[in-house]
């Protein structure tokens, strides 16, 4: 059938081709804007928030909801964006249902767009339910491009029980969403950028996995205040479809603050920078010097249970070659355009370097079976080619 449609179709372009040459204008016909896009908004925003969990129960998503409402009575949107919530708050065990709410401006409160089955054993951290949201929002509120702010806890690539399958995205209940999983979902659909309002998930073994997903990521490389970003003055800004401005926003916020309250880092990521980057690295990891020990290497989190690195100072101490370090150097930050840190996190931890991007590190090859580290793109495109891995 394709060979019939071509043998058919190309004397009738031959023929067009003629008949256009006999015009007195040659230039090329202007191509028009796709006549599909003519009544879609130009950005629609959607907030996956996964709440069934301690942040809901401590008031941090209602307070978010809340500074969304703020925005909306000082008209944040205008014409330019729509701002959808798909929200699991606590309690979907004893029938309150997640629901996908739009955010107006001037209204006093969301309009519900959607409530979804009241059946306990689905959850908010599911493939499916993740896929089922992204596509009520794109027949919804369809837009000319889509920002999407993930909202939950997290750990970076690495589930907080070894038993369970590697989850580390959101917490509904007693389930999280392995990172692998959470790609599959998101390369299925396209959003001009992912913000995530959770923790440690600027983390390179998380946005190398996320590369195809989406062109920028912004994220935290430490754990994130619990209060989480001021959405009063962020949603403005995302209406704009300034991801990085929100990021500035966002650090200019809480570097503001005093005391223990003065707690944030932020990174922007151009994931079409990551697999130069991979290769970079992967030279550098090739000639390691073996490490021994993490003593002394800058962490982004205080607890010893679950520690990830300054990436930066972690490849520094293993490169053998300072002009490929260099040179790795300055591909690394072509790919962090921004990155910011208060001197302390999480109260007391002191944030001497900040790179952009944490790391985990690897001392042999038992560490990358723990928490299935080596089911992780990052382990089999540059770190498993370590020599001082080879099991």
């Known amino acids: 059938m394709r060979r019939f449609f071509i043998l058919y179709i190309l004397p009738v372009i031959a023929l067009m081709a003629i008949l256009s040459s006999c015009g007195d204008n040659d230039e090329p016909m202007p191509v028009g804007p796709d006549p599909d896009d003519a009544d879609k908004t130009p950005l629609t925003l959607l907030i996956y928030m996964v709440a069934d969990n301690s942040l809901g129960t401590l008031g941090f998503a209602e307070q978010d909801l809340s500074e969304i409402s703020t925005a909306m009575s000082e008209n944040a949107l205008g014409e330019n964006a729509r701002l959808l919530v798909y929200k699991s708050m606590p309690g979907v065990n004893k029938g309150v249902v997640p629901e ?3 955010f107006t401006d001037g209204a006093p409160e969301p309009k519900l767009l959607k409530s979804y ?3 306990p054993s ?3 951290t599911s493939e499916e339910r993740m896929a089922e949201v992204l596509e009520d929002v794109r027949e919804i509120a369809p837009a000319k491009e889509y920002g999407l702010i993930m909202w939950s806890h997290s750990t970076a690539w690495r589930t907080e029980d070894s038993a369970l399958p590697a989850r580390s995205f959101g917490q509904d209940r007693d389930r999280r969403m392995a990172i692998p999983a959470l790609s599959r979902v998101l390369n299925k659909f396209s959003h001009k950028f992912i913000y995530f309002d959770c923790c440690l998930m600027a983390n390179i073994e998380v946005v190398y996995e996320l590369r195809h997903a989406t062109p920028l990521i912004v994220a935290s490389g430490a754990e994130v205040h619990g209060d989480g ?12 479809g300034d991801a990085r401005a929100v990021a500035e926003k966002t650090f200019e916020y809480y570097d503001s603050r005093s005391g223990v309250d003065r707690w944030c880092t932020q990174s922007v990521i151009e994931t079409d920078k990551l697999d130069r980057l991979a290769a970079a690295t992967r030279s550098l990891m090739e000639t390691a010097t073996p490490l021994s020990s993490t003593r002394g290497i800058q962490t982004y989190t205080p607890t010893s249970s679950f520690r990830t690195y300054d990436m930066d100072d972690y490849v520094s101490r293993i490169s053998t070659d300072e002009t490929a370090y260099q040179t790795w150097l300055t591909i690394l930050t072509e790919a962090v355009t921004y990155k910011a840190s208060t001197p302390y996190v999480n109260g007391n931890h002191r944030i001497a370097k900040y790179c952009g991007l944490s790391s985990n590190i690897v001392t042999s090859a038992n560490d990358a079976s723990k928490y299935h580290y080596n089911e992780l793109q990052w382990w089999a ?5 370590n020599p001082n891995f080879a099991e």
């Open 229 to 240: 970003m001021p959405y009063q003055l962020t949603v403005p800004i995302f209406a704009k």
């Open 100 to 102: 996908l709410v739009e």
């Open 381 to 385: 495109d540059v770190v498993s080619h």
């Open 117 to 119: 089955p009241d059946d």
């Open 122 to 124: 689905i959850y908010s």
